[in-house]
């Protein structure tokens, strides 16, 4: 059970780009720049990020063969750094997810093919901050 703090929600909010690492079966590392995500945590036990396909290609591979991801978040507008690790739990063209977040999306960059969401449960939050605490578990 994951739920990420208040703190930890406002700082993806502050990210531009989130950084995505997949891996495939093999272990061969993809890692790629996501624009489109946003947090869902109307789950009462878990939250899950939302993350928008338009241009996926090994990383969906990648998701199929292994649902295993990581996703680091720091700016120079966030407070500290963290990584997330998360479990693919979805990928969908249909259903009211997909049609409430294509539709936010379409507004604010059409012409994007927005092909799936990809819903990622969050297992895990280290910190990524240099010093003695570095690469300890948040939640």
């Known amino acids: 059970m994951v739920k990420l703090t208040a703190e930890m929600k406002e700082n ?18 993809n890692v790629i720049p996501i624009g489109i995500a946003e ?15 338009n241009f996926f290609l090994k990383t969906i591979a990648n998701m199929k063969e292994n649902p295993h991801v990581a996703i680091y978040v720091w700016s120079p507008e966030t407070a ?19 049609s409430e977040m294509t539709g936010r999306v379409a507004a604010m960059k ?18 990524c901050t240099s010093g003695k605490e570095a690469g300890q578990k948040l939640v």
Not at 44 to 53: A, G, L, Q, R, T
Not at 85 to 93: A, H, L, N, R
């Open 12 to 29: 993806i909010k502050k990210v531009r780009v989130l950084p995505l690492a997949t891996a495939s079966k093999s272990g061969i590392p």
């Open 39 to 53: 947090i869902n945590d109307k789950d009462e036990k878990d939250d899950y990020i939302h993350v928008m396909n």
């Open 80 to 98: 500290g750094c963290f990584q997330m690790k998360g479990e693919v739990v979805e990928m969908t063209d249909k259903g009211n997810i997909y």
């Open 110 to 127: 059409p012409g994007l093919p927005m092909k799936q969401i990809v819903r990622i449960k969050i297992t895990e939050v280290f910190n």
